[in-house]
Each structure stands twice: as structure tokens, then as C-alpha cells.
């Protein structure tokens, strides 16, 4: 498993991000979807191939977190292979083209987010099995390569549930198994992971966080 970096967050998930499936990261803006992935990746020492679609990885926030940890940052830019797809078919042409390009020298896969693209497309409903297929060539490279891949997604207010829910919620739970809800709250730079459901773990459980320069913190620390 790969650590986060937050011990309280690694017992929630238990133990930390696990290899073999897809873990996804949802949440409205600015809750740490992007600084936990990132953390992630910088923590877990293989190279990490980054499917950036909304131009959210930001090379200086990687050296300062880097930095802050007392890691080379250098070398940790070396380890993040970045693709930056400028629509969906990029985004597809993308994630196809890491079945032949991540290897056993990388330790993490991550597509942040893999609805942003999809979203704004008029007929989403005739490319939700092309977002299927997407995941299914994740998973496989998740399995075959048995490493971690983080799936970030976004939200949208459901009028019906009158809540928050994940973009193409069906789609996406059917094939992550291990899920994770992130939420701002009304103390300032202090956030809340919600477990909403995984492999074995129970669901509801919640930890606290900060966003800090090294990146993300438990809130006690």
C-alpha cells in the first residue's frame, strides 16, 4: 500500500492507498483532492504517471512540498510523467496509452479528474461507456501492474437528493472500490475525508485535516 503521508488517514483507509484497484477522490473545489494525490505520489518514490485535465499540477507546489519534507525536489519532478489531454478523445488517447508506457518503475497511476473533460460535453449520456471503458483500461493497468490508481472526480448539485453527489456517480462506483469524500469546513484551512465506502473498512468514518506547504497534515500535528 501506499501511505498518504496522515497516519490518522492511513488507518481510515486501512493501511493507506491500495494497489490492484481504483481508489477515488471526490469533492467540491479547493478541499485537497489534488495536494493529496500529489502527496501521494511524492511519498511513494516510484515514478507517477499524472493525467492532469483541468491544468491543476503545479510543478512549484511539488518542489515546495518536496522541500518542506526534506526531499530532493528535483528528483521528485523527474518521477511525475505528466499528460495533459485538452478534451475527452486526448483524454482517452491518454489513458490508452498507459498500458504500454507504465512499467514496474512506476508505483502510481492518477487521472485528475477523469470527468472534468466528460462534463462538458453535450451528449454525456452516449459517452458514459466511453468513460467505462476508460476505467476498465485503469483497472487493467492497476491489476497487471499491481499499483495504486487514483481516480479524482468531481461534483454537481443533485435538485432530487438536494446534495451534493460525484459527477457520473453510477459509472464510476461501479468500478472504484475504494471511495473517498473530501469536505471543507467552517474552520478555516481545516478539511474533513469521509470514507464512504471500501473493501473492507466500515463507511462513515471521517479524520481531520490542514492543507500546510509540506502539503496535506493531520489537523492535530
Same mark, same amino acid.
Given at each position: 500500500?501506499l501511505?498518504?503521508?496522515?497516519k490518522?488517514?492511513?488507518?481510515?483507509?486501512?493501511?493507506g492507498i491500495?494497489p490492484?484497484v481504483?481508489?477515488?477522490?471526490?469533492?467540491?473545489?479547493?478541499?485537497?483532492k489534488t495536494?493529496?494525490?500529489v502527496?501521494?505520489?511524492?511519498?511513494?518514490?516510484?515514478?507517477v504517471?499524472?493525467?492532469?485535465?483541468e491544468?491543476g499540477f503545479?510543478?512549484?507546489?511539488?518542489?515546495q512540498?518536496?522541500?518542506?519534507?526534506?526531499l530532493?525536489?528535483?528528483?521528485?519532478l523527474q518521477?511525475f510523467i505528466?499528460?495533459?489531454?485538452?478534451?475527452?478523445?486526448?483524454?482517452?488517447?491518454?489513458?490508452?496509452s498507459?498500458?504500454?508506457?507504465?512499467?514496474g518503475?512506476f508505483?502510481?497511476?492518477v487521472?485528475?479528474?477523469?470527468?472534468?473533460?466528460?462534463r462538458?460535453?453535450?451528449n454525456?449520456r452516449g459517452?458514459s461507456?466511453e468513460?467505462g471503458?476508460q476505467?476498465q483500461?485503469?483497472?487493467?493497468?492497476a491489476r497487471?501492474?499491481?499499483?495504486?490508481?487514483?481516480?479524482i472526480?468531481?461534483v454537481?448539485? +443533485?435538485?432530487?437528493?438536494?446534495?451534493m453527489?460525484?459527477v457520473?456517480?453510477?459509472?464510476?462506483?461501479?468500478?472504484?472500490? +475504494?471511495?473517498?469524500?473530501l469536505?471543507?469546513?467552517?474552520?478555516?484551512?481545516l478539511?474533513?475525508?469521509?470514507l464512504?465506502r471500501?473493501?473492507?473498512r466500515?463507511?462513515?468514518?471521517?479524520v481531520?485535516?490542514?492543507?500546510?506547504e509540506?502539503g496535506?497534515?493531520d489537523?492535530? +500535528?
Open positions: 500500500m501511505s498518504t503521508g496522515v490518522s488517514l492511513d488507518e481510515l483507509l486501512g493501511g491500495a490492484g481504483l481508489t477515488q477522490i471526490y469533492g467540491s473545489y479547493a478541499t485537497g495536494t493529496l494525490a502527496q501521494i505520489g511524492l511519498l511513494s518514490g516510484g515514478k504517471a499524472y493525467i492532469d485535465t491544468s503545479s510543478p512549484e507546489r511539488l518542489s512540498m518536496a522541500t518542506a519534507r526534506g530532493d525536489p528535483g528528483e521528485a518521477r505528466l499528460f495533459t489531454p485538452s478534451d475527452f478523445k486526448e483524454q482517452r488517447r491518454s489513458i490508452g498507459l498500458k504500454k508506457i507504465v512499467d518503475t508505483s502510481l497511476v487521472v485528475d479528474s477523469l470527468t472534468a473533460h466528460y462538458v460535453e453535450e454525456r459517452l461507456a468513460l471503458k476505467l483500461v485503469l483497472l487493467w493497468i497487471k501492474r499491481d499499483i495504486p490508481v487514483i481516480i472526480n468531481q454537481h448539485f +443533485d435538485s432530487r437528493a438536494e446534495r453527489k460525484p457520473a456517480e453510477h459509472t464510476l462506483n461501479y468500478r472504484t472500490k +475504494d471511495i473517498l469524500r469536505d471543507r469546513l467552517n474552520v478555516p484551512g478539511r474533513v475525508a469521509v464512504e471500501h473493501r473492507f466500515p463507511e462513515g468514518g471521517m481531520h485535516f490542514r492543507i500546510t509540506k496535506i497534515e489537523a492535530g +500535528d
